[in-house]
């Protein structure tokens, strides 16, 4: 296969799949887009519907109360013998239109005494199996129920009617709700529209539906299963075969009353078919497709033609490769080409070899860089002689009679710079050739607690407390007693050297699970972001005097044992150095 056959191929292929890939994604984010938005839409719709008629709903409540406490009520005494009460209920029944199909005044034993239709009067009050009080504080006096019949179901409210002259109530107005007036609502909230609705009870009875779904369904037959939030809104997409379409995209929303009203747990259900909510989205799919298939199209002449532009410059680039080899890069001409991309490609491989002989001459500076520390522990190891011998000398020195003040301060300087240098070489040989440690099994809080005995004096002079918390009774660790010892030394010693008076230093031990925790915090001023890395550097000191050799021998020892140590902030605000070791599979 040539070269540009593989690349005609690989070029269309790829313009292909891209295409495929892209349009497919693009399809379903449209797709999963408009459903999130509809879905939305959905939820405030009925959200908006449920408030209206949560708000009607206060409204007949806020009546009942109100009309119950009128003067004119107390003529049931009299059995309205003067029709006042009836003349009354008929004006209140015109005056609000179409809300109530009747208005009743009865007795104590349930006889219509006053109505606002004639034919009422003589009759017994309404029959219902239960009847449930509003919720909401004082609209707890009105209460509600649901009575069933051929047309479907009629809501009504009752209250107590009390007694103006005497303790008790006289009797009870009751108000039956006209059925059309909350239908004529869920009428105009969707309008001509795709969408219709539902009014469900608390049991998810169907109360009222839409025209669309009046024409499609039984609502006392109804029983959708659909799960109806506790409050709130919900969206989601279900089988509507119950109520004659294919599949549907459902908002529902609960109610959640009004003022003082705090809603009966009525659910509003606002459905639309998925066939009119994902039209437009089919519509867009076919465009897609006819842009796919004229991007094939094109997708076959733009191959060929960078097929042939691509694979002159290559063979050119593979001459220049092959000649790379017996020249020098510097006189390896640059390939005839004006395709900006194989220039690049041949300053990247220039480059590339650049680089490749920076990194050999790095490996080499490295290789050098280790014997230099060879040396360096070997020399540090000479120098113990002539230490040892100043030291001796200054010893004989000191025990000759006739030595004067000045002669003893110059031996002690002597003293105190040689075991100054002896302390350096330490150091160096222990950063140089780290002993190796000698593992075995040990109670961690009992080294702590012989680090905590030997700096006791130390601190108790500078006054700092010194102290330890375990959050374990015994913590058995696998180590090397004396390096750990050396660790925790180190990082005390510095803190330390580091808090003020009063101040506080404390080592803290914790066991999570196969990780054992250890920290060194003090009070201090405590180290800078910047400066976290820097300080296990070999040389680098924030104190004065210091060598800047201990964490650098800190961090190899923790290293050895298979821990990591880290600087953070203390509880305190001042530096905590936590050193955390893997202690899963030891006998603990």
Not at 56 to 81: A, C, P
Not at 397 to 417: K, T
Request: aromatic share 8%.
């Amino acid at each position: 296969m040539t070269i540009r056959a593989a690349l005609f191929r690989l070029l269309f292929w790829t313009l292909l799949g891209t295409v495929l890939v892209v349009g497919a994604l693009s399809f379903y984010q449209f797709r999963a887009a408009l459903r999130t938005e509809i879905a939305a839409n959905l939820r405030f719709g009925a959200s908006t519907v449920m408030q209206r008629i949560d708000t009607l709903l206060f409204s007949h409540i806020e009546n009942m109360r109100v009309w119950s406490g009128l003067e004119v009520m107390q003529d049931i005494r009299i059995h309205d013998v003067d029709k006042r009460l009836s003349h009354f209920l008929s004006d209140l029944h015109a005056g609000q239109g179409n809300a109530y199909t009747a208005l009743l005044c009865t007795d104590e034993q349930g006889r219509v005494v006053a109505a606002s239709q004639a034919a009422y009067i003589g009759t017994m009050a309404p029959v219902a199996k239960s009847w449930r009080a509003i919720p909401g504080g004082w609209l707890s006096g009105v209460s509600l129920a649901r009575v069933h019949d051929a047309d479907g179901g009629t809501t009504i409210l009752r209250t107590a009617i009390p007694n103006a002259f005497g303790e008790g109530s006289l009797g009870y107005l009751y108000a039956v709700l006209d059925r059309h007036v909350t239908q004529q609502l869920l009428d105009d909230a969707v309008g001509r529209g795709p969408r219709s609705l539902l009014l469900l009870d608390e049991h998810g009875h169907v109360i009222a539906a839409s025209a669309a779904l009046r024409a499609r369904i039984d609502e006392n037959r109804l029983t959708l299963g659909w799960r109806l939030p506790d409050r709130g809104a919900v969206s989601y997409v279900r089988n509507g075969s119950a109520l004659g379409y294919g599949t549907v995209l459902v908002g529902v929303a609960r109610s959640e009353g009004y003022q003082q009203f705090q809603g009966l747990g009525w659910h509003i259900v606002m459905v639309e078919p998925t066939a009119v909510s994902f039209g437009p989205i089919w519509r867009l799919l076919w465009a897609m497709l006819a842009v796919l298939v004229l991007t094939l199209l094109a997708s076959l002449w733009i191959s060929s033609r960078l097929a042939q532009r691509i694979a002159l410059p290559i063979m050119t680039l593979t001459d220049f490769t092959r000649s790379f080899r017996q020249r020098d890069v510097a006189l390896v001409p640059l390939p005839a080409t004006n395709i900006l991309e194989t220039q690049e490609l041949h300053h990247a491989y220039a480059e590339m070899i650049d680089a490749l002989a920076k990194s050999r001459e790095q490996v080499v500076r490295a290789g050098k860089l280790a014997v230099v520390g060879e040396m360096a522990a070997i020399m540090a190891h000479e120098v113990r002689t002539p230490l040892g011998i100043l030291r001796n000398s200054a010893q004989l020195l000191q025990r000759r009679p006739d030595l004067g003040d000045r002669e003893h301060e110059l031996i002690g300087f002597i003293f105190s710079e040689t075991e100054r240098l002896n302390r350096l070489v330490t150091l160096l040989l222990e950063c140089a050739r780290p002993t190796q440690p000698d593992f075995k099994l040990h109670d961690l809080h009992a080294i702590i607690d012989d680090v905590l005995s030997l700096l006791a004096s130390r601190a108790e002079k500078a006054g700092i407390s010194l102290s330890c918390s375990f959050a374990e009774p015994a913590l058995i660790f696998l180590c090397d007693r004396e390096q750990i010892m050396q660790v925790l030394l180190n990082l005390v010693l510095n803190a330390l050297a580091f808090v003020g008076e009063h101040g506080r230093v404390q080592i803290a031990t914790r066991l999570d699970g196969p990780v054992l925790q250890v920290s060194v915090m003090d009070d201090g001023p405590g180290v800078p972001p910047a400066l976290r890395q820097a300080i296990f550097d070999p040389f680098f000191s924030r104190r004065e005097g210091g060598i800047g050799l201990g964490l650098t021998i800190v961090q190899q020892v923790v290293h050895v044992h298979g821990g990591e140590i880290a600087v953070g902030v203390s509880a305190w605000g001042g530096a905590s150095f936590n050193l955390t070791f893997a202690v899963d599979g030891q006998d603990r």
